[in-house]
């Protein structure tokens, strides 16, 4: 390796770019050597390698190994094939101990030869590596001159079983077996099979990535759901050519069934590396912001939450409709900014159970990650106990707590001159915004999110800018950290309606008079060029 790469910096969630990028001579060991310099004591420690299974897995998994190798771990756990989902690479990291782990994917990004990849450090408490870790990997990154490389032979990765190489020991083990038994902890698994043997039909959409084998251990195999609702269960190299994203847009088959003459009772969909998840019921899609909602005002029905909860904590853009359950329950609230690194501290001083995010994110402290099957697990036992449809439970929901409508306008691969032109406008707008009429609304405040946080007093600045209005509606902005190729805009917008006989309106209108001020406040026409969203979830 001759110099260091300038572009290795981990966004949201660990380092994502293109597989060439990836292939470019030493680019990735630059970066994996670049995780190891910025750990301390290392030496004979456990590291868990696992990926989502995309195009390119194979090999840096094996160059994985070989650098755990020559900087001294004593040990390796991989998953099968060099499969883990991103959830169950979280909980082998807890019940092994290991020192933390590597996570190879770009979750929702597609895969392939042209497509993404993706690198993340997980650390010992199986959870991203927070900010003050990441921040020195990239520091690194920007002086390394070196990597450390074991020569031994590629490992079967296709086989169960502990070999030694390197003078160091590589178990590779089974991905799912772990996380299954961890999922009968949590949840009344006879409950669920009663259900779905009394004809209670569920339908699964894996998109082709990491969740297949995991859906049909647990979902077929342990609780009898019928194996031809499970979709697109073999994980595939390029996720068949599709964005494993589950949302409207790339799970439409799902969403069209679910809302089609023939639907199953309930519907739910993974992502690429199995920690999203979609969850549609008959005639009902569940916004993520909702699901949230309603799984933590449910979850004592299921006997790993009966105990109740120590609080909720949500990412920033995600709607406040958990927050009306939190103060329901009593319990603590927590808002920080996008992406899961930010629960972790929280999750390991106790201060919340139920963890969730607006992209299709919800999880609980038994991982550090969010976990699409756990939220489909929760739901069922949830209907399992209550006996009731999904819609049913849903508009019980909104009677009691008022109906939170939500959508997020994305605009992708804009030009990031643009993306942060408007960005900057905007922000330099916020002094005279306050009292501003915007159509029907008024602004009443705006600022730009910043996260102290409870546990360690860090701070993380510039988190998003958020625009509230009078009776409540909230508009926000913020760039994606997590793309390969320009920038991707996303805008959040919110309002919430109490009264019953308004909860019937199709979102995008309910929404119409803060989409509207989107446009009017930040300009996003003028600034993209682009009339309409890419992506509206
Ligand atoms: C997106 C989502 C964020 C999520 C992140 C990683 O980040 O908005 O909520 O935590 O992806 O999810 P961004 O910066 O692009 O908005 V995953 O499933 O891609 O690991
Ligand atoms: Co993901």
């Known amino acids: 390796m001759r110099h260091p790469f300038p572009d290795q910096k981990?966004?949201?969630?660990?380092?994502?770019?293109?597989?060439?990028?990836?292939?470019?001579?030493?680019?990735?060991?630059?970066?994996?050597?670049?995780?190891?310099?910025?750990?301390?004591?290392?030496?004979?420690?456990?590291?868990?390698?696992?990926?989502?299974?995309?195009?390119?897995?194979?090999?840096?998994?094996?160059?994985?190994?070989r650098m755990a190798a020559a900087n001294g771990f004593g040990r390796v756990l991989v998953g099968q094939g060099g499969i883990l989902s991103t959830p169950a690479a979280s909980h082998l990291i807890r019940k092994n101990k290991a020192f933390g782990g590597l996570i190879l994917s770009a979750s929702h990004n597609p895969g392939g030869p042209t497509e993404d990849f993706g690198i993340k450090y997980n650390i010992s408490n199986g959870g991203p590596a927070p900010e003050?870790?990441?921040?020195?990997?990239?520091?690194?990154?920007?002086?390394?001159?070196?990597?450390?490389?074991?020569?031994?032979?590629?490992?079967?990765?296709?086989?169960?079983?502990?070999?030694e190489a390197g003078g160091m020991a590589i178990e590779v083990v089974d991905p799912v077996t772990d996380y299954a038994e961890l999922m009968e902890t949590l949840f009344d698994f006879d409950a669920i099979r009663a259900l779905v043997?009394?004809?209670?039909?569920?339908?699964?959409?894996?998109?082709?990535?990491?969740?297949?084998?995991?859906?049909?251990?647990?979902?077929?195999?342990?609780?009898?759901?019928?194996?031809?609702?499970?979709?697109?269960?073999t994980p595939l190299e390029d996720f068949g050519g599709h964005h494993p994203d589950p949302n409207l847009v790339h799970a439409r088959m799902l969403y069209d069934l679910m809302m089609g003459p023939d639907a199953p009772d309930f519907g739910a969909a993974s992502d690429g590396d199995g920690d999203r998840n979609l969850i549609i019921g008959r005639n009902i899609f569940v916004t993520p912001s909702d699901s949230l909602a309603m799984l933590a005002a449910n979850a004592h029905l299921a006997p790993g939450y009966k105990g109740g909860l120590k609080g909720i904590a949500r990412s920033m853009p995600t709607s406040g409709a958990a927050d009306r359950v939190a103060a329901k329950l009593g319990v603590e609230m927590h808002e920080t900014p996008t992406g899961w690194k930010f629960f972790g501290n929280l999750l390991d001083a106790g201060r919340c159970t139920i963890c969730g995010e607006e992209s299709a994110g919800t999880g609980s402290?038994?991982?550090?990650?969010?976990?699409?099957?756990?939220?489909?697990?929760?739901?069922?036992?949830?209907?399992?106990?209550?006996?009731?449809?999904?819609?049913?439970?849903?508009?019980d929901h909104w009677a009691e707590y008022g109906r939170t409508?939500?959508?997020?306008h994305d605009y992708e691969a804009i030009e990031t001159e643009n993306a942060n032109r408007l960005?900057?406008?905007?922000?330099?707008?916020?002094g005279s915004l306050a009292g501003r009429q915007v159509g029907s609304l008024t602004v009443e405040k705006a600022d730009s999110f910043s996260y102290h946080d409870p546990v360690d007093g860090s701070v993380s600045r510039n988190q998003g800018l958020r625009i509230f209005f009078e009776g409540g509606a909230r508009l926000v902005f913020r760039l994606s950290g997590t793309g390969t190729?320009?920038?991707?805009?996303?805008?959040?917008?919110?309002?919430?309606?109490?009264?019953?006989?308004?909860?019937?309106?199709?979102?995008?209108?309910?929404?119409?008079?803060?989409?509207?001020?989107?446009?009017?406040?930040?300009?996003?026409?003028?600034?993209?060029?682009?009339?309409a969203p890419t992506v509206i979830t």
């Open 405 to 408: 409508y939500y959508s997020r």
């Open 132 to 163: 003050k870790i990441t921040e020195a990997m990239y520091a690194r990154t920007q002086t390394i001159d070196r990597y450390l490389i074991a020569d031994f032979d590629d490992v079967d990765l296709d086989q169960t079983g502990v070999f």
């Open 197 to 233: 043997s009394g004809g209670f039909m569920v339908a699964f959409d894996a998109m082709h990535a990491v969740t297949g084998p995991y859906a049909r251990e647990i979902l077929v195999r342990r609780l009898g759901v019928d194996p031809a609702l499970v979709f697109n269960a």
């Open 10 to 65: 981990p966004g949201t969630s660990g380092l994502r770019k293109k597989v060439p990028v990836f292939q470019e001579p030493g680019y990735t060991e630059a970066f994996i050597q670049s995780i190891f310099d910025s750990l301390e004591g290392i030496e004979g420690k456990t590291l868990v390698i696992g990926g989502d299974g995309r195009f390119y897995n194979r090999e840096v998994i094996q160059t994985a190994i």
């Open 423 to 430: 960005m900057a406008a905007l922000e330099d707008s916020f």
């Open 485 to 531: 190729s320009g920038a991707t805009l996303r805008v959040y917008m919110e309002r919430h309606e109490p009264d019953v006989s308004r909860h019937d309106q199709e979102t995008q209108t309910a929404l119409a008079p803060v989409i509207e001020a989107a446009e009017t406040l930040a300009g996003i026409r003028k600034h993209t060029g682009r009339d």
């Open 365 to 395: 402290d038994h991982v550090r990650e969010k976990d699409g099957l756990w939220a489909v697990l929760l739901w069922l036992n949830i209907l399992a106990v209550r006996r009731q449809s999904a819609l049913e439970i849903v508009r």
